[in-house]
C-alpha cells in the first residue's frame, strides 16, 4: 500500500552553485545559534525543523517544509540530500537547497538541479516519484532546505513528525485552518505540549532517539503528532470510518468472472477443505507487483484483472483469494496492518498507520485447532489469519513480522483494531542431531542434520532460495565458522526448499579440524558443537527495550565418540535455568566412550523490556558459560 513519505538519502551526487550575496533566506540566519550545544555522539543537529500547512474550504492542503542542519561527523554528511515525494494527487509546489561550509562559503541548489527517480526498490508500476537535491555538506557544514507541496488527501489528516535520529534544537509547526474549522490532536510516544499561539507549536532541545542495536524501529519511539482537520460539525476519524473508507474502495473492485469461476472449481475439484488450495493459488501463483496510480495506492485492482494478468500486490492478493473464496462460499475479510511491528498506536485513527493487507477467513473451532495464527472475534468467531504475499509462510501461520501487532479488521459494520497473536516457541523450531567422531588428532567429523520449521525454517529458506548450490554450501559454512574455529561442510543435501508447508531438512557431513585442545596432558572437548543460544549482555543504561527474532525452541543432540586412549576426568555441569522469558537446560554424559550433549533452549517473546534486563543477563551469562565449557580427559 502506498504511504507518503519524505526521506534523507544518501545515494546521488550533484554539482553546487555559488551563492550570490542575497540568495541565502534570513530565516536560515535566524536558525543558527551563537553557540551549538552538546550533541553527544550525534552525526548530526536539527537547528530547525518547521512545517506550515494551510487547509482551504475545499479540503486541500498546501505545505511548506523548512529544515535547517549542522553536520557534525562524516556520517552526518547524508544531511546534504533531501528526497521529497510527489504523485498525481500530490503537487510538489518549490524546492531549494543551501549550504554553508566551514570556510563560510554560501551554495544555493534550485530545483532544475534536483534528479527525479522513481519511489521504491521493488516492481512497481507507481505514479509516485520523487526528486533528490543535494548540497554540499563537509563537516561543520550548515545545510538547509525549503520545499512546498500541494495535496487533496483522502481523508483531511497529517502528522508532524519532530523526533528525529539526531537532536533536534527547535521544532515548530503552524497550521492555518478555514473560518469556523477545527482540529483535533493526538500526542504519540511524547508528552502533550500547550500551542504558543493558536495553531502553532514548538519544541526546543527534542532529544534523539538513540541508536542502540535491536532496539524497536524509530517509527514506535519518535515522538510526532497525528492532527484530524474538522469542517463545520465535523468529527475526528474513529477507527471503523477508516475501515469504511477502505472498504468502499476494495469491495466493488470483487466481482468474479467466468476464468475465475472456471478455475476456482479446478483447484477445488478434489479437495475436501478449499480454502488451502485457494490461499495457496493466491500466495504462490500470483506474482508480487504493485501497479499503483493514483487512488491505486489504497484500491485493489478488480479480481478479474488480477487472476488474468497473475500479479498484484498485497491488496490485490488479498482481492483475489476473496472473490475466490466467496465462489466456495466462504466469507474473507481484509484486515490492514503495518509490516513493522508496534507502529499501529491506536489512539489515532488513521490510514496512514499501515502499509499492507492481509486476510481474514472465518473457519469452525474444530479446524482452528489445526492452525496458530487463529483470533477469537466476539461477532465473527475464530478468524484465520493469512497473508497471501508471504511465500516463504506455511498456510495457518503468520509472518514474524506481524505477530505481536495490531491490524484493522474490515467488516460490514465498518471495522475494529484486533490483537494479531504471537506463535508459541513450539511453532518455530530447530531441531539439531549431530552424530561425531573425534580422531587421535583432534580431528571432529561425522554427520549433522537440521530440521527447521515456522520462522526459522523462513529465515533460512529466504537466505538460501536465491542461490546456486555452491553458494548454499558456502552459506552454511558461514554460520559454521562463528561456532568454529575451522571446518568444512560436504555432500550438503537440502530437502522441502520450495516448500514452505514442509520442514526444512538440512544435512551435511561436518569436518572441524583441531577441534580438540590439548592442555597439558590434558585433552579437551566443547560438548556444544554448533549453535549460540545467549542473545547479548544487555546495557542496563539502555534506554529502549531489546527485540529478539520471536519466540523460538532449539534442540540439541550430539554425541562425539572419542578416542579409546582417553578417559574422562570432567564433565560440565548441568545447566538449567527458567523465567518466564527464556527457559535453558543442558547436561553432557559420558557413557561407552561416547560424550553425549543435550539441550534445549526456549526464548518466549519478540520484546525484552528493560525491567527484565537484569533477569535475562544472569541467563545469558549461564548460557555463555556452558557454550564455552569443555569436557575434560586424560
Known amino acids: 500500500m502506498r504511504f507518503a513519505s519524505v526521506v ?14 542575497n540568495d541565502l533566506p534570513p530565516w536560515i540566519r535566524a536558525a543558527i545559534p551563537a553557540e ?26 498546501t505545505t511548506r517544509h523548512r529544515r535547517v542542519v549542522k553536520v557534525l561527523t562524516s556520517a552526518g554528511r547524508d544531511e546534504g540530500y533531501l528526497a521529497v515525494s510527489f504523485d498525481n494527487d500530490t503537487k510538489l509546489g518549490s524546492l531549494n537547497g543551501w549550504s554553508i561550509d566551514p570556510a563560510g562559503h554560501e551554495y544555493v541548489m534550485r530545483e532544475r538541479d534536483a534528479v527525479e527517480t522513481t519511489v521504491g526498490d521493488y516492481e512497481l508500476y507507481t505514479d509516485a516519484r520523487m526528486k533528490v537535491l543535494k548540497v554540499p555538506a563537509d563537516i561543520g557544514s550548515i545545510v538547509a532546505f525549503e520545499y512546498t507541496r500541494n495535496e487533496r488527501p483522502h481523508l483531511l489528516q497529517s502528522t508532524w513528525y519532530f523526533q528525529e535520529n539526531v537532536p533536534v534544537l527547535r521544532a515548530r509547526y503552524e497550521m492555518v485552518l478555514p473560518a469556523g474549522w477545527s482540529y483535533d490532536a493526538k500526542w504519540l510516544n511524547y508528552a502533550a505540549v500547550e500551542p504558543v499561539a493558536p495553531g502553532t507549536w514548538e519544541i526546543r532541545s527534542v532529544p534523539a532517539v538513540l541508536d542502540e542495536p535491536r532496539r524497536p524501529s524509530t517509527l514506535t519511539l519518535a515522538g510526532r ?16 470510518d477508516v475501515a469504511r473508507w477502505f472498504s468502499a474502495l476494495a469491495i466493488p473492485q470483487g466481482a468474479p468472472t467466468s476464468q475465475l469461476q472456471t478455475k476456482v472449481r479446478e483447484l477445488t475439484k478434489d479437495d475436501d477443505e478449499p480454502m488451502i488450495p485457494l490461499a495457496r493459488f493466491a500466495q504462490r501463483d500470483v506474482r508480487y507487483v504493485a501497479v499503483e496510480i493514483g487512488i491505486g495506492g489504497y484500491q485493489p485492482h478488480a479480481a478479474g484483472e488480477i487472476f488474468t494478468n497473475r500479479f498484484g500486490d498485497c491488496k490485490d492478493k488479498a482481492t483475489l483469494l476473496r472473490t475466490m473464496l466467496k465462489e466456495v462460499g466462504m466469507d474473507a475479510y481484509y484486515v490492514l496492518v503495518h509490516a513493522t511491528r508496534g507502529v499501529t498506536d491506536p489512539t489515532f485513527p488513521t490510514i496512514g ?29 475464530k478468524l484465520l489469519l493469512f497473508d497471501p504475499t508471504s511465500t516463504l509462510t506455511p498456510f495457518g501461520q503468520l509472518p514474524d513480522s506481524l505477530q505481536a501487532s495490531r491490524g484493522l479488521l474490515v467488516t460490514a459494520d465498518g471495522g475494529e483494531l484486533i490483537d494479531l497473536p504471537t506463535h508459541a516457541a513450539e511453532v518455530n523450531q530447530l531441531n539439531r542431531v549431530a552424530k561425531l567422531e573425534l580422531d587421535a588428532k583432534g580431528t571432529l567429523s561425522g554427520t549433522v542434520e537440521e530440521v527447521r520449521s515456522g520462522n526459522m525454517a523462513a529465515i533460512m529458506r529466504a537466505q538460501l532460495q536465491s542461490l546456486n548450490a555452491a553458494e548454499r554450501v558456502r552459506t552454511i559454512e558461514s554460520g559454521l565458522a562463528s561456532h568454529l574455529a575451522s571446518s568444512t561442510a560436504e555432500d550438503v543435501t537440502i530437502e522441502f526448499l520450495d516448500e514452505p508447508e514442509s520442514d526444512l531438512v538440512i544435512r551435511y557431513r561436518l569436518v572441524a579440524p583441531s577441534y580438540a585442545k590439548r592442555v597439558a596432558d590434558m585433552t579437551l572437548v566443547r560438548p556444544r558443537v554448533l549453535g549460540a543460544k545467549a542473545e547479548t549482555i544487555l546495557d542496563a543504561k539502555r534506554a529502549y527495550a531489546y527485540e529478539t527474532d520471536g519466540p523460538s525452541l532449539h534442540n540439541d543432540e550430539v554425541e562425539i565418540r572419542m578416542p579409546a586412549t ?33 539441550r534445549r533452549y526456549a526464548l518466549q517473546t519478540f520484546t525484552i523490556p528493560r525491567e527484565s534486563f537484569v533477569e535475562l543477563n544472569g541467563v545469558w551469562k549461564q548460557i555463555l558459560a556452558d557454550e564455552r565449557a569443555s569436557a575434560v580427559f586424560k
Open 566 to 598: 582417553v578417559k574422562l576426568d570432567e564433565l560440565p555441569a548441568k545447566v538449567d535455568v527458567k523465567t518466564p522469558l527464556v527457559q535453558y537446560a543442558s547436561a553432557s554424559t559420558f557413557t561407552d566412550g561416547v560424550l553425549r550433549y543435550h
Open 36 to 61: 551549538l550545544p552538546p550533541a553527544g555522539e550525534a552525526n548530526a543537529m536539527v537547528l530547525l525543523n518547521e512545517t506550515m500547512l494551510q487547509v482551504t474550504g475545499t479540503g486541500e492542503i
Open 225 to 240: 503528532v497525528g492532527f484530524n482537520f474538522l469542517g463545520p460539525n465535523a468529527k475526528a476519524l474513529a477507527w471503523p
Open 8 to 21: 534523507l538519502l544518501a545515494l546521488l551526487s550533484a554539482p553546487s552553485a555559488f551563492a550570490g550575496r
Open 353 to 381: 498507520a499501515f502499509n499492507h493487507v492481509i486476510s481474514a477467513i472465518p473457519i469452525s473451532a474444530e479446524k482452528a485447532k489445526s492452525y496458530k495464527s487463529v483470533v477469537d472475534h466476539p461477532k465473527l468467531g
